[in-house]
């Protein structure tokens, strides 16, 4: 229950910042976002230890801010340039992980210095928001009228301070897509309208509806979230047994170093192959741990162990990470702040369903049939994926808006 209080509320955060981004902007929603995570940790710092409604209440502010974050990548999308937005929406799935592996380092402290060195951080980034984030150009010229056009442009500016070409081509871009959306949209639709009329909205809000339901039933998230059972369950009796937090630290360090690979390899390689071969390694190793579950006590190579930290290593160069960055990428700006928040709460239910049903599924089918299940589901994500998904690398949200425009008409 009092994990469950965290992830419920997660798609809360994420459906009420949908709500405000569109309102007062992104920098300012980045700035909101903060202030539940602050209470939270002040919450928890100066209050008693032992009071458990306090640490319901923190567990509640947590979750909603850790659900409104999704305005980050929101925002990230839409200052960065096409030939790394790629990269710089993976290092959102790289800091998560890299801030699990710190948590994971840090449990030997004592709870009061870590509760206040995340209050001190905290603020730290309000700061910084405050002080060096510009405001989106994009939503600027979207959802201002015409008299902020200069303040898009010192915006532009503040992002590309010392690229002149580089501005001048990339606000030429911005304006040139703006006018000829002003042409078109003088009334802006609002998310359901748009939804309902435009290819550009309802099409890529299909896709990612049932790729991100794929994500969820590959099981990535069960392998981490239950990563103390399942690595008891597999790790040979002949090896000297570790402490937990030694191999929760082992695996949030695969974790880590994986997704690090993955946002190198997004400079050069495009989304679908490498989800594509996320999905096929973790099919293979799920079967592999199915196959010598059974057999780990018995051989020299413990071939089940190698299978887990290899479903979790392929699944954080792929899997686990682009399905998220592409709810960005793919949804046009009239839906992509209140898209984007839908999406995410919905995937946050499932993952809070998943999650739940795990442990009763494994007490039925055992863990070799589980990974059998989890390896079915990752080949099906990557037909679907090599079949259905569109590649995103290099482009830039007005050619991804024509490519889902063009493929609905007839040829």
Not at 23 to 31: E, F, N, S, Y
Not at 109 to 135: A, H, Q
Not at 229 to 256: C, E
Request: hydrophobic share 50%; with cysteine.
């Amino acid at each position: 229950m009092k994990a469950s209080i965290s992830v419920l509320c997660t798609p809360v955060g994420a459906f009420l910042v949908g709500l405000m981004m569109d309102k007062i902007g992104r920098k300012k929603a980045c700035l909101l976002t903060c202030l539940p995570l602050l209470v939270s940790w002040t919450i928890l710092t100066i209050s008693s230890s032992d009071n458990i409604y306090t640490f319901y209440a923190f567990r509640l502010l947590a979750g909603i801010g850790s659900g409104m974050t999704t305005v980050a990548m929101v925002y990230v999308s839409e200052i960065s340039h096409s030939s790394y937005k790629q990269i710089l929406l993976s290092l959102n799935s790289v800091f998560f992980s890299g801030g699990v592996l710190l948590s994971t380092c840090l449990a030997d402290l004592d709870w009061n210095v870590i509760n206040f060195s995340f209050v001190v951080f905290t603020v730290v980034n309000m700061l910084l928001i405050i002080i060096y984030l510009p405001e989106s150009p994009i939503w600027i010229l979207k959802f201002k009228s015409s008299e902020h056009v200069d303040k898009a442009k010192l915006a532009m500016k503040q992002i590309y301070p010392n690229e002149n070409q580089v501005f001048e081509a990339e606000w030429r871009r911005l304006k040139s897509s703006s006018d000829a959306s002003a042409v078109t949209d003088v009334q802006h639709p609002s998310f359901i309208e748009s939804v309902r009329s435009s290819p550009a909205a309802y099409k890529p809000m299909a896709i990612l509806t049932l790729l991100l339901l794929l994500q969820q039933l590959t099981g990535a998230y069960p392998t981490i979230s239950y990563a103390l059972p399942i690595l008891k369950s597999v790790m040979p009796a002949a090896y000297s047994p570790s402490t937990d937090i030694q191999s929760l630290a082992a695996l949030g360090a695969v974790r880590f170093a994986s997704g690090l690979l993955a946002c190198v390899l997004s400079l050069r390689v495009g989304r679908k192959p490498l989800l594509v071969f996320s999905c096929v390694v973790m099919a293979l190793s799920s079967t592999l741990v199915a196959a010598t579950h059974s057999q780990r006590d018995k051989t020299a190579i413990p071939w089940s162990l190698c299978g887990v930290m290899l479903y979790v290593f392929s699944s954080s160069i792929g899997v686990l990470v682009f399905p998220w960055t592409m709810i960005c990428e793919l949804l046009s700006t009239p839906v992509r702040a209140v898209g984007s928040s839908m999406l995410v709460s919905y995937t946050y239910l499932i993952m809070f369903a998943v999650l739940k049903a795990f442990p009763y599924v494994l007490a039925v089918v055992s863990m070799p049939h589980v990974f059998l299940i989890f390896g079915a589901t990752s080949l099906l994500m990557a037909v679907y994926v090599y079949l259905v998904v569109p590649e995103t690398l290099g482009k830039s949200f007005r050619e991804i808006e024509v490519y889902f425009t063009r493929s609905s008409k007839p040829t």
